[in-house]
């Protein structure tokens, strides 16, 4: 979508965990770049972020990573439209960090700045390689921080059909990689080395929710994990590591995979789309592409460097946001734990509850 027939080039900026990235994307869908610094390294040697050191590196790391972006694109800041930055949920420190810069960058070069919710940021990840794709659709969101069911309805609108009651389905990887020796990040590892285990070497349980069939919670599939691996290590055995991990994976997946699939028929959408970290696990894009073929559903998922944090997926949020009429102050602020479809007092237009 244009505005007067000129293309909207969005400089977004995302510091919400452990990677510091920067992109430049015209007119929503279109990456000119995406340039994420990860700091995978530093945190692996604590076995998980620490939250002090992130901040610390998204502040020597920022500016250059712009500059990236910009040199990429082959653009400079005059070309830039509006700055979009993630505030929410995250990191405090962490998201200080690229909010300050964000409302640095708006004030000296007088450019509009959007704040970007980093869930809504997930979502839209779905919109720019899919670039026929629109709301309304299922969205299934499984990232470190976050496991939502939702209803979208248009852009950023949505509706939580779901939640985690408990961990979030990648942090239950994390959990479990560690506690079976894999380290961090867990996801990925899990993923790989489940290719060579057998998925039904061990039945994990899925919880059910009585009074929230949507919901989920993995603390109890944890819990079970840890328990057999327990079991192991006091009869002196080895752990089966591969064997685990498919048979973990397989439950979290057909418990995403079942919920996601009767929400679609019950609230009869026709697409469904996932997002988040997690939707980059190969054994949840198979089973779930298998699910939406059986029932006639279209399915769509971002590339796995699209589902994992990246600042793409922020521009591309705020440009819808941009073209709403959203406009955030100087007085943005960072809000760690900020509700998905809530906006800041003080966004002058397309503010919603
Ligand atoms: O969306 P994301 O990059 O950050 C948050 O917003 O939380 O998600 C990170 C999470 C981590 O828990 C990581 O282990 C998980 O996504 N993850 C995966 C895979 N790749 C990343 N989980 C399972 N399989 C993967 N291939
Ligand atoms: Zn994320």
Known sequence: MKENNKDILILGIESSCDETAAAVVKNGRQVLSSIISSQIEIHTQYGGVVPEIASRKHIENIDEVIENALVKAGVTFDDIDAI?????????????????????????????????????????????????FEPPFLCMIVSGGHTHLVRVSDYGKYEIVGRTRDDAAGEAFDKVARAIGLGYPGGPKIDA?????????????????????????????????????????????????????????????????????????????????????????SCLRETMKKACEEKGLTLCYPSPILCTDNAAMIACAGYYEYINGTRHGLDLNAVANLKIGTRLEGAKKGEKA
């Open 84 to 132: 979009a930055v993630t505030y929410g949920p995250g990191l405090i420190g962490a998201l200080l960090v690229g909010v300050a810069e964000a409302k640095a960058l708006a004030y000296a070069l007088n450019k509009p700045l959007v704040g970007v919710h980093h869930i809504e940021g997930h979502v839209s990840a779905n919109y720019i390689e899919n670039t026929e």
């Open 193 to 281: 080395v489940s290719k060579e285990g057998d998925d039904k070497a061990y039945v994990f349980p899925q919880a059910k929710i009585e009074d929230a069939p949507y919901d989920f919670s993995f603390s109890g599939v944890k819990s079970a994990v840890l328990n057999v691996i327990n079991g192991l290590k006091m009869k002196g055995e080895e752990i089966d590591v591969a064997n685990i991990a498919a048979s973990f994976q397989k439950s979290v997946v057909d418990v995403i995979v079942d919920h996601t699939i009767k929400a679609a028929m019950e609230f009869g959408y026709d697409k469904v789309a996932l997002a988040g970290g997690v939707a980059a696990n």
